[in-house]
């Protein structure tokens, strides 16, 4: 069965430095993999996706992510952290079930950023 | 380009009392329709899901229901609302099987 793990429920940095947060998953099959972004008391943003295609995924806001098979990983980072990157993130792995998509999140990690 | 609304923003409702959150998508057909459910300390839940007019499957058993009477159109309810309720709710849509899926911007419920 599909399944995410995210380490780590808070991450802390300063702003400027590397932003590295980690997500494992457990899948039978190829999976599809998502990173979505929640500020507060919103919905869920999509930063990018992994489809079976390129390794590094760019995504938006400068984030990117690598899957890596091995490792059965799909990091997300970002080389300079910004203010307004403060939020909860979310990784996602695809559970395909007939002619539909469900997605199972990982509990979710909270980015603070510290000046 | 397809939008997705969720109203209303905010809600308080006593215990026992009904529900109805609507959810609508505009600018595409045949969605793949989604209520997620995001309770303090415990993730994203998936509640129910629907990928057609009055199709709607239910992830975990509890007091809510939904309905998909058109096909942009899923409705969240309840007859009587528990404390265990609250919470902040998420419609989502995909286009198909292989899309992610995208967010509405959440009702926050909160029953007393």
């Known amino acids: 069965a599909q399944s995410v793990t995210q380490l780590g429920s808070h991450v802390s940095v300063s702003e400027g430095a590397l932003v590295l947060l980690r997500c494992n998953y457990s899948?039978?099959?190829?999976?599809?993999l998502f990173w979505y972004v929640q500020y507060p008391n919103q919905g869920l943003q999509l930063l990018l996706k992994?489809?079976?295609?390129?390794?590094l995924v760019k995504g938006i806001n400068g984030f990117e992510a690598e899957f890596k098979k091995s490792e059965t990983s799909f990091h997300l980072t970002k080389p300079s952290a910004h203010m307004s990157d403060a939020a909860e993130y979310f990784c996602?792995?695809?559970?395909?079930?007939?002619?539909?998509?469900?997605?199972?999140f990982g509990a979710g990690t909270r980015l603070a950023v510290h000046p | 380009s397809q939008t997705i609304h969720q109203w209303p923003a905010t809600l308080v409702q006593p215990v026992g009392s009904p529900l109805s959150l609507e959810c609508t998508v505009e600018g595409t057909s045949n969605p793949n329709l989604y209520w997620y459910r995001q309770a303090a300390g415990r993730g994203l839940q998936l509640l129910f899901y629907?990928?057609?007019?009055?199709?709607i499957s239910s992830e975990v058993p509890q007091n809510l229901s939904a309905s998909r009477p058109q096909d942009r159109q899923f409705i969240l309810s309840s007859k009587k609302l528990l404390l265990s309720d609250s919470g902040f709710y998420l419609c989502a849509w995909s286009p198909g099987r292989y899309s992610p899926l995208h967010f509405g911007n959440g009702t926050r419920l909160t029953v007393t």
């Open positions: 629907s990928v057609g007019i009055g199709q």
């Open positions: 996602a792995v695809t559970l395909f079930s007939g002619g539909y998509n469900k997605l199972i």
């Open positions: 899948s039978s099959v190829p999976p599809y």
């Open positions: 992994y489809t079976s295609a390129a390794t």
